[in-house]
C-alpha cells in the first residue's frame, strides 16, 4: 500500500482506542491467555464474568465484575474483549453488547480478532492488537522478526529461497554486529511474538551460542511464545547449545530435506532425538515440494506492482543491521547482489525515534511504504500462501 497520510494511516481506529484499558470478559482458561499476552502493555483493568463465585475472588490479580456493569449502560471508557470460544456464549455476549450500545471491532472485539490465536500461528490475526499498542500505549507489537547471523550454508540448494547459491561473498557479521542490531530492534519493540535466528545454517556460525545468551538474558521477556532457532537438518546441536535453547525456552525448526543433501549427511533423527532427550519443543518441517519465486523467469512489466504487493501480502521481515526489510527475500535477493537496495525496501530504526516514527514503523510492517511494494516484485511470483502456485522439488542440490 501506498503512504498517503504517512504516520496518521489508523488516526481514525487510533482515536477510538487512545486512553482506553481493556476489559476482559470471560474469566478461564482463554481470558488469562488473553492476559499474558497484554501484560506487557499493563492494561487489563478487570475481567468480566457472570459467575457468581469467580466475582468473589480475583483472577490473574485482577476484579472479577459482574456482566451488570458492561449491559446496564454503554461504557465508553474501556475496550472490552471476549474471551471464550462456546458459539452460544459468544453470540450472546455480542446481542447484549449491540442492544447496549456497543459497537462490533470499535468498543468490542472477539479475541482472536484482537490477538493472536493461541491454536493457529496466523500472521494475519494480530492487526488490532498493534493498532491499539501503539495508539493507546504509544508502545510497538510486532508480528514477527528474524535476524541472520551469516549467511554461508552447507548446503546447495537450486531453488533457495534465500538464494544463497547467487552470493558471492558471504555476509558474515561478527556477534558485536549482531548485538547491536538486536539491541536497536528492541529500542523500538516492546514485544515481538516470534523472533527467529536463521540463516544460512546458523549452526555453522561460530558465536551462536553467544547470541542465543545475550538475546535470552536481556531481551526474552519481550519475545513471545516462539523463540525460535532454524536449522536445515545437517548439524546436531552440542551440550551447551542444547543447554542454552532450555534455559531460554526456544523451540527449533527441523527443516528435513529427505535424500537431498548432496554431499551432506540427513541428521534430523538424531537432531530430534537431542532436543526430545531434552524437553525442547521443535517444528519437525519435511514438504513434499517448495514455492518457487520465479527470479529469473518472472517478469512482472506492466503489472500494477502496489496491487501486487497487497494482494501477496507478505508477513515475513528480516533485520538486517537494524534496517526491517518489509519482504524477507527481497532482503535475500539483495544480499545475493540480484536487485538493488531501494530505500523504500526497509524501515530504519537506526533513525530517530519519535512518536510519530512509531506510528510509521507499524504502519510499514503492515504493508505501507512511499512507493507501495518492494524492488523484487518486478521479478516474483509472489508469497506461496497467496498468489504464488508455482512448485519446485525440495532442495534439490545444484
Known amino acids: 500500500m501506498k503512504w498517503t497520510q504517512k504516520g496518521h494511516q489508523y488516526d481514525d481506529l487510533g482515536k477510538n482506542f487512545k486512553d482506553k484499558n481493556i476489559y476482559i470478559y470471560g474469566a478461564g482458561n482463554i481470558g488469562k491467555y488473553c492476559f499474558e499476552q497484554l501484560y506487557f502493555l499493563d492494561c487489563v483493568d478487570a475481567f468480566v464474568d457472570r459467575s457468581l463465585e469467580k466475582q468473589k475472588r480475583t483472577f490473574c490479580d485482577k476484579p472479577v465484575l459482574t456482566p451488570d456493569v458492561l449491559f446496564k449502560e454503554h461504557m465508553k471508557d474501556h475496550i472490552i474483549i471476549i474471551a471464550m470460544d462456546s458459539c452460544e456464549w459468544v453470540g450472546e455476549v ?24 493461541p491454536y493457529n500461528d496466523d500472521y494475519k490475526d494480530t492487526f488490532y492488537i498493534r493498532i491499539y499498542s501503539v495508539y493507546a500505549k504509544n508502545k510497538i507489537y510486532l508480528d514477527s522478526t ?6 554461508a550454508c552447507n548446503l546447495k540448494c537450486k531453488y533457495c529461497l534465500a538464494f544463497t547459491p547467487h552470493i558471492k561473498q558471504h555476509r558474515i557479521k561478527t556477534l558485536v554486529e549482531c548485538k547491536r542490531e538486536v539491541d536497536v530492534f528492541f529500542q523500538w519493540v516492546d514485544y515481538v511474538r516470534w523472533f527467529q535466528i536463521s540463516g544460512g545454517e546458523p549452526l555453522l556460525w561460530k558465536d551462536l551460542n553467544s547470541l542465543i545468551e545475550y538475546i535470552g538474558e536481556k531481551y526474552r521477556s ?16 552440542n551440550d551447551e547449545l542444547l543447554q542454552l535453547l532450555s534455559k531460554y525456552e526456544m523451540d527449533v525448526v527441523v527443516d528435513d530435506y529427505g535424500t537431498n543433501y548432496g554431499n551432506m549427511r540427513n541428521e534430523c533423527s538424531a537432531i530430534k532425538e537431542k532436543l526430545e532427550e531434552c524437553n525442547i519443543p521443535y517444528h519437525y518441517n519435511r514438504v513434499s515440494n517448495w514455492v518457487d519465486l520465479g527470479f529469473f523467469e518472472c517478469d512482472n512489466t506492466g503489472k500494477d506492482l502496489v496491487e501486487y504487493y497487497d494482494q501477496c501480502g507478505i508477513p515475513f521481515n528480516t533485520n538486517e543491521y537494524g534496517k526491517i526489510y518489509s519482504c524477507a527475500y527481497c532482503d535475500f535477493a539483495i544480499k545475493a547482489g540480484l536487485i538493488e537496495e531501494n530505500r523504500d525496501d526497509y524501515f530504519d530504526l537506526n533513525e530517530e525515534l519519535t512518536d510519530r516514527a512509531k506510528k510509521e514503523f507499524v504502519e510499514f510492517t503492515l504493508g505501507y511504504s512511499n512507493r507501495g511494494y518492494s524492488t523484487l516484485c518486478k521479478n516474483c511470483y509472489g508469497w506461496i500462501e497467496t498468489i504464488n502456485k508455482n512448485f519446485v522439488g525440495v532442495a534439490e542440490q545444484d
Open 94 to 117: 455480542e446481542r447484549r453488547l449491540l442492544l447496549s450500545g456497543y459497537i462490533k471491532n470499535v468498543d468490542f472485539f472477539f479475541y482472536k480478532d484482537f490477538i493472536p490465536n
Open 146 to 151: 528474524a535476524v541472520f547471523p551469516s549467511s
Open 222 to 237: 519481550k519475545i513471545g511464545h516462539r523463540f525460535e532457532l532454524v536449522t536445515n537438518g545437517t548439524m546436531v546441536p
